[in-house]
């Protein structure tokens, strides 16, 4: 079984390696966003996205919303 984290992409570090920053619960952590990008969705205009991240990969794009409702259960299973 695999978990992915919601986050958001808040920086694009290399558009060649397709690698960006995103920002988890307050965390910044560089992951490459090959799996998420096409000739529709370049590199350069993830930032903003919400992405399920799992071992430094974006797996897909979510809306905020459901990031939202993720991160809360997240938050609730470890209180």
Not at 17 to 29: D, S
Not at 41 to 47: A, L, Q, W
């Amino acid at each position: 079984m695999c978990l992915g984290i919601p986050g958001q992409i808040i920086e694009i570090t290399d558009v060649q390696k397709k690698l960006a920053i995103v920002n988890i619960g307050g965390v910044k952590r560089q992951i490459n966003i090959a799996c998420i990008v096409d000739e529709q969705h370049p590199t350069e205009s993830c930032v903003g996205d919400w992405v399920l991240v799992h071992v430094g990969f974006a797996l897909n794009r979510i809306n905020e919303q459901e990031a939202a409702e993720t991160l809360q259960l997240l938050q609730e299973l470890i209180k």
